[in-house]
């Protein structure tokens, strides 16, 4: 059983930062790639970023390229995504995701999901 676990989110001002983490446990072996989401309220979820098993390889989506960076820790199973200057588009639920057999940004490739953490970016 694998279970992925989000933490970091809250409320910040924009212009600031936030680091979100998502722990993971279970066959984590198993995963390809991991990934970050988003879905704000009355939109569709998007994709944000993944980074793959070896954390060489990373794709980010073009309204967070240089303001968002998406790293991992195997040791710990854990992956990391530091968001800055953020700005209030950027407020959502997150939710990190894994994919056992490939790196994509399409959300319906992912094969487990975490419950999602708040993030809110005040103007």
């Known amino acids: 059983q694998v279970q992925l676990v989000e933490s970091g989110g809250g409320l910040v001002q924009a212009g600031g930062s936030l680091r979100l983490s998502c722990a993971a446990s279970g066959r984590t072996f198993s995963f390809a790639s991991m990934g970050w989401f988003r879905q704000a309220p009355g939109l569709e979820r998007e994709f944000v970023a993944a980074?793959?098993?070896?954390?060489?390889?990373?794709i980010y989506a073009d309204s967070v390229k240089g303001r968002f960076s998406i790293g991992r820790d195997n040791a710990k199973n854990t992956m990391y995504l530091q968001m800055n200057n953020l700005k209030p588009e950027d407020t959502a639920v997150y939710y990190c995701?894994?994919?056992?057999?490939?790196?994509?940004?399409?959300?319906?490739?992912?094969?487990?999901w975490g419950q999602g953490t708040q993030v809110t970016v005040s103007s």
């Open positions: 980074i793959g098993w070896s954390a060489r390889n990373t």
């Open positions: 995701a894994a994919d056992k057999t490939t790196m994509t940004s399409r959300g319906v490739n992912y094969d487990y």
